[in-house]
C-alpha cells in the first residue's frame, strides 16, 4: 500500500479511483494528474513501479492543493467569514446551511437529530404532577 501526501491508497482499487481517496483530488483532476504522469487509468495501483508512484505525488504536490493544506484553507476562509460577521459567517456559527437552503423542514444533516420540544413521557409528566401536588 502506498502513501501519497500522508494517506494509504487501496492497492486492488483502478488508479482514477485510487487517488480520488485523497482529500482535493476528484474525478476530474484525477484525469488531468494521470495524463500528466502519462498512466493509463484503467491499471491498478499495485501494478505501479517506485518511480512511477513517485512522479504521481511530485506532480500531485506541485499542481494541486491536497489534504492537510487544503482542510487548514479551508477552515482559514471559513474561519475569516466568522470574523468578519457575514451572513455565510453567522450561519456557519450557528451550524445552519449557508448556500440558501430550507431550513423549515429539511437541513437534518446539519441541524442534527430531530429533537421533540415541549413533550415529556408518561411517566415524567406523572412524576410532575404528583411532585407539584405535595408542594
Known amino acids: 500500500m502506498a502513501r501519497i501526501s500522508g494517506v494509504d491508497l487501496p492497492n486492488e482499487k483502478r488508479l482514477d479511483i485510487a487517488l480520488t481517496y485523497l ?12 495524463n500528466k504522469a502519462g498512466l493509463d487509468r484503467t491499471r491498478k495501483f499495485k501494478s ?33 467569514l466568522i470574523d468578519i460577521k457575514s451572513y455565510r459567517g ?16 429539511n437541513a437534518r444533516t446539519k441541524r442534527g437529530k430531530r429533537m421533540t420540544v415541549g413533550a ?13 401536588a405535595t408542594k
Do not use: F
Open 23 to 34: 482529500y482535493g483530488v476528484g474525478r476530474v483532476n484525477v484525469l488531468g494528474i494521470l
Open 90 to 105: 453567522i450561519r456557519h456559527a450557528r451550524r445552519l446551511p449557508s448556500r440558501g437552503q430550507r431550513t423549515r423542514t
Open 48 to 80: 505501479l513501479t517506485d518511480d512511477e508512484v513517485s512522479k504521481l505525488t511530485k506532480i500531485i504536490e506541485k499542481e494541486t492543493m491536497v489534504e492537510g493544506d487544503l482542510r487548514r484553507s479551508v477552515g482559514d476562509s471559513i474561519k475569516r
Open 120 to 132: 415529556l413521557k408518561k411517566e415524567d409528566r406523572a412524576k410532575t404532577e404528583t411532585a407539584a
